[in-house]
């Protein structure tokens, strides 16, 4: 399509390149007025035709800059908001020497340039483009006061500058604050995503472990239910329950407690599939998912868990400290409740505490 390559495919760049053709456009309306000040008289035919070249082709350069991405290496400027600013001053500048009794369409311009900028650049650049914008207007109100009194008389350049001074410094103060305001709705709406990412996480993760939690597990186990009705391998789960944990809460304080459940959740993550989903069910507790998996490969799987956890050490704690955990599995069916496969789950775990703890029972 014909949007397609004018303005390139939909994105940043197609808005940067819209934006940029907009400028083109806007020169060219004032290319319009320049030549309608020729006829009028008020223009010089050969000083209007230099000044819309430089203005058109300026525009252009900008245009083709961004439209062929070689804007994308300023990483702190892509649309080039800054440079496209400070080119449209320079030239309202030299439009003023040029224009005579019609120099005072220049002002509105300088004015919607720097109101372009306020909404794409710091408060600071905001300020030293108003600055800028004074001082390009001054030195040329100078030196055509001095050079071409009769169409510039000094005391019409003073007024002029000093009411252009005045509302070209409004609409800096005016530009630098509302980058402020929008640096500081930037924050605002970064800190709102980072909370809501932190939402999200305690809504779905246990905050110790870092292990998936109950309510986020249910939906989990459910959805893989509804899933492998279109599949031959049926899901198995596991409830796993530390050995003794009371013991040792009791012995040598919550935190040696806190500091076993991080450890066996760590220890999880480092033997587990990465299909595999482990959640902690509740204090001590813990629910393994192992999707598309066979009873046999299951047990497997835990038992590869149950003899990693007892190679670790827990010298921190205490250096005769030795932690295990007892398990029951459950393959899962179709048409079951998934409260009781889990049921079968935890039935199998206690069969595995009675029989001394330290492995797992199918259940």
Same mark, same amino acid.
């Given at each position: 399509?014909?949007?397609?390559?004018?303005?390139?495919?939909?994105?940043?760049?197609?808005?940067?390149?819209?934006?940029?053709?907009?400028?083109?456009?806007?020169?060219?309306?004032?290319?319009?007025?320049?030549?309608?000040?020729?006829?009028?008289?008020?223009?010089?035919?050969?000083?209007?035709?230099? %000044?819309?070249?430089?203005?058109?082709?300026?525009?252009?350069?900008?245009?083709?800059?961004?439209?062929?991405?070689?804007?994308?290496?300023?990483?702190?400027? /892509?649309?080039?908001?800054?440079?496209?600013?400070?080119?449209?001053?320079?030239?309202?500048?030299?439009?003023?020497?040029?224009?005579?009794?019609?120099?005072?369409?220049?002002? /509105?311009?300088?004015?919607?340039?720097?109101?372009?900028?306020?909404?794409?650049?710091? /408060?600071?650049?905001?300020?030293?483009?108003?600055?800028?914008?004074?001082?390009?207007?001054?030195?040329?109100?100078?030196?055509?006061?001095?050079?071409?009194?009769?169409?510039?008389?000094?005391?019409?350049?003073?007024?002029?500058?000093?009411?252009?001074?005045?509302?070209?410094?409004?609409?800096?103060? %005016?530009?630098?604050?509302?980058?402020?305001?929008?640096?500081?709705?930037?924050?605002?709406?970064?800190? %709102?995503?980072?909370?809501?990412?932190?939402?999200?996480?305690?809504?779905?993760?246990?905050?110790?472990?870092?292990?998936?939690?109950?309510?986020?597990?249910?939906?989990?186990?459910?959805?893989?239910?509804?899933?492998?009705?279109?599949? /031959?391998?049926?899901?198995?789960?596991?409830?796993?329950?530390?050995?003794?944990?009371?013991?040792?809460?009791?012995?040598?304080?919550?935190?040696?407690?806190?500091?076993?459940?991080?450890?066996?959740?760590?220890?999880?993550?480092?033997?587990?599939?990465?299909?595999?989903?482990?959640?902690?069910?509740?204090?001590?507790?813990?629910?393994?998912?192992?999707?598309?998996?066979?009873?046999?490969?299951?047990?497997?799987?835990?038992?590869?868990?149950?003899?990693?956890?007892?190679? %670790?050490?827990?010298?921190?704690?205490?250096?005769?400290?030795?932690?295990?955990?007892?398990?029951?599995?459950?393959?899962?069916?179709?048409?079951?409740?998934?409260?009781?496969?889990?049921?079968?789950?935890?039935?199998?775990?206690?069969?595995?505490?009675?029989?001394?703890?330290?492995?797992?029972?199918?259940?």
């Amino acid at each position: 399509m014909i949007a397609d390559i004018v303005l390139g495919p939909p994105g940043r760049q197609r808005m940067r390149a819209s934006q940029s053709l907009l400028a083109l456009a806007v020169y060219g309306l004032f290319v319009g007025v320049l030549y309608a000040g020729v006829r009028l008289g008020f223009i010089d035919f050969g000083e209007a035709r230099w %000044l819309s070249g430089i203005y058109l082709l300026g525009a252009l350069l900008f245009y083709v800059a961004i439209r062929s991405g070689f804007n994308e290496r300023f990483v702190s400027d /892509p649309s080039l908001t800054l440079p496209q600013a400070a080119f449209g001053l320079l030239i309202c500048a030299g439009a003023y020497a040029v224009t005579g009794l019609a120099r005072g369409v220049v002002m /509105p311009l300088l004015v919607l340039i720097l109101v372009f900028t306020m909404f794409a650049v710091r /408060p600071a650049q905001s300020r030293g483009l108003a600055v800028f914008a004074v001082v390009m207007l001054g030195g040329v109100m100078l030196w055509k006061s001095r050079t071409d009194p009769t169409r510039f008389p000094p005391t019409v350049e003073w007024f002029h500058f000093a009411s252009a001074a005045i509302v070209l410094g409004c609409v800096g103060v %005016l530009a630098g604050r509302m980058g402020t305001l929008r640096g500081r709705l930037k924050s605002q709406k970064l800190a %709102l995503e980072r909370a809501l990412e932190q939402i999200g996480q305690l809504a779905t993760l246990d905050e110790l472990t870092g292990l998936v939690n109950r309510r986020h597990m249910t939906g989990l186990v459910q959805a893989e239910q509804a899933r492998q009705r279109r599949q /031959p391998q049926k899901m198995t789960i596991a409830l796993l329950d530390i050995d003794l944990f009371k013991r040792i809460n009791d012995s040598h304080g919550h935190q040696a407690g806190d500091t076993v459940l991080k450890t066996f959740a760590k220890a999880s993550r480092e033997v587990l599939r990465a299909t595999d989903v482990l959640a902690r069910w509740g204090g001590e507790e813990f629910l393994l998912m192992l999707p598309a998996t066979t009873p046999e490969f299951a047990m497997r799987s835990v038992e590869r868990l149950r003899q990693h956890l007892a190679l %670790l050490t827990f010298d921190a704690i205490a250096t005769d400290l030795k932690v295990s955990f007892s398990a029951g599995l459950s393959a899962c069916d179709d048409d079951e409740a998934i409260e009781a496969c889990i049921e079968r789950a935890d039935q199998a775990m206690y069969r595995a505490k009675t029989r001394g703890r330290d492995c797992a029972v199918m259940g």
